[in-house]
């Protein structure tokens, strides 16, 4: 209803739409253009995760990924052995040198059996309805674990 | 008044007296071209001439030569910036004394030159120069962020940047003032806003276009066809301060000046029934 007023009153809003696109263009322009804060953040996801398991630091890739109305950061970090289970940690040890750890953001249904060799973090969502958020918070907390 | 007490302190007062004569060197930039950066020039540097400064316009855009044809004054130029870059001719001679008013000069690109036959150091000694002389030099930048923009650049100590309320232009005035960093100060001039438009949601605002770019507002410039008018005819519309764009133009140079006056900000154009009627059989708006 509202849409259709706002089309009787000619508000067609494509000031929006060039907002919209402003945003994420810049977005993209500006990790183009600081290769270095790319690193940094690499760096820090990898200092947090070490905390959990080993991870293989010479093979970490970090692209980022436009989707319609949003740019999401895609971390691949391959895993090279994971600790001993302890239990005061939340992680779920599995046996095998390999655990698929999802964020909170993703939990829409990931196959929770599949334990790829790599980790597949998304994080640094920015859609139009957590454009006030900004980016998640950098916290790596794994949610789930492969069980058996 | 203080008086010197010792002959080195002499010889510091006096070295640093015209220092402090020294006029303001701006560039105005915008990456993208086609957003006014010409226009601006010759309407921002007919308004503080008007205000009594002594005000030098330097054309950058070294191959594509417009400055002159904006103020009126390609008849009259004769030698050009490198003709003094490379000194076959005096700054004396290069000078373009404007049409209206006595204290303003234009120093004319060279058309059939190409930017990269500029030295940048070159450029710089001529800006320091021409601060010397003028209490505003300010520097017509080319489109585009390379040599022709980093020699318009090299003398400047302040920049203007002109944007249009528009994807692309705010995609570049971004990226130029990424790579103008913190010394030009960069102040902003939103350009061809068409409030009708942005009451209706199809423009961007100035408040959208500043949420990005949050740089300090010197003013916004409505697209009036008034500006095409003076630029056919070679008079800067800074020229009439009767005109809401004229009047406009003063109060970003006064803004420029220092003086606490506010932004002009175009108002949408209250249309009556009987125009919109009128508009509806091919309105005569120019």
Known sequence: MIEFLKKLFGQSGSSATAKERLRLVLMTDHLELAPELIEAMKRDLVDVISRHVEVDRDKIEVNFERQDSALAMLANIPILSVNRPNPSLTLVPVPEPVASVQPPVAANGAPPNAAPPRVRKRRKRTSKKAAGTNAAPASATPASAAAN | ?286
Do not use: W
Request: aromatic share 2%.
């Open chain 2, 1 to 286: 008044m203080h008086q010197p007490q010792t002959v080195q302190e002499e010889k510091e007062v006096q070295s640093s007296a015209p220092a402090a004569r020294l006029g303001r060197a701006i560039v105005l930039t915008s990456g993208k071209g086609g957003v006014g950066k010409t226009t601006t020039t010759a309407n921002l540097g007919t308004a503080l001439a008007n205000r009594g400064a002594r005000v030098v316009l330097v054309d950058a855009d070294v191959g594509l030569r417009n400055l002159d044809i904006v103020l009126g004054l390609e008849s009259r130029v004769k030698h050009h910036l490198l003709d003094v870059l490379e000194e076959r001719v005096s700054l004396d001679e290069a000078l373009v004394p404007g049409k209206h008013s006595e204290s303003l000069f234009l120093l004319a690109a060279a058309q059939s030159r190409e930017k990269d036959d500029v030295e940048t150091a070159k450029m710089k000694a001529l800006i320091s120069s021409l601060r010397e002389r003028f209490d505003y030099v300010l520097i017509d930048c080319p489109a585009g962020i390379e040599l022709g923009f980093r020699n318009a650049v090299a003398g400047a100590d302040e920049a203007i940047v002109i944007c249009t309320p528009e994807v692309a232009a705010v995609r570049d005035v971004d990226r130029v003032v990424g790579l103008l960093g913190n010394r030009f100060r960069p102040q902003l001039v939103i350009n061809r806003l068409r409030p009708n438009l942005v009451k209706k949601g199809k423009m961007l605002s100035v408040e959208d276009v500043n949420a990005i770019l949050r740089l300090p507002l010197l003013g916004v410039i409505a697209d009036e066809p008034e500006i095409i008018v003076t630029t056919n005819r070679g008079e800067p519309l800074a020229l009439r301060k009767d005109t809401p764009t004229g009047a406009a133009y003063h109060a970003i140079a006064a803004r420029v000046a220092g003086e606490d006056v506010p932004a002009p900000m175009p108002a949408p154009a209250k249309v009556t029934i009987l125009e919109r009627v009128g508009s509806l059989f091919g309105g005569k708006r120019a």
